[in-house]
Nanobody, 124 residues
Framework: QVQLGESGGGLVQTGDSLRLSCAAF????????TGWFRQDPGQEREFVAA????????DYADSVKGRFTISRDNAKNTVYLQMNSLKPEDTAVYYC?????????????????WGQGTQVTVSS
């Protein structure tokens, strides 16, 4: 079992940066692969970034490559999403997810545990 809580969202302007944090409450967080997803009203939840349980391997959606960086600090039970050069298209609720597996996962159905989400709004 693991509980996740996101923070760090807010209202920013185009080109600004934000760092989202996902605090995990688990005894063995280092055994969980994690990911970030985002969702706008009326849209499907889409994959943003993934990281394996050691933090050695990462992957990103094409729309955020070169701008976003996912990382984790298992000693602090925290996963981060650094978002740079933000665009209005990045506006969404961002969710942290976890799965007790070793590899990278890209689909909602791959994850068993989800945070409550944090709102990111990017204005022009």
């Amino acid at each position: 079992q693991v509980q996740l809580g996101e923070s760090g969202g807010g209202l920013v302007q185009t080109g600004d940066s934000l760092r989202l944090s996902c605090a995990a409450f688990a005894r063995t967080f280092s055994t969980y692969a994690t990911g970030w997803f985002r969702q706008d009203p009326g849209q499907e939840r889409e994959f943003v970034a993934a990281i394996n349980w050691s933090g050695a391997n990462t992957d990103y959606a094409d729309s955020v490559k070169g701008r976003f960086t996912i990382s984790r600090d298992n000693a602090k039970n925290t996963v981060y999403l650094q978002m740079n050069s933000l665009k209005p298209e990045d506006t969404a609720v961002y969710y942290c997810a976890a799965r007790r597996t070793s590899g990278l996962h890209y689909h909602m159905d791959d994850y068993a545990y989800w945070g409550q989400g944090t709102q990111v709004t990017v204005s022009s």
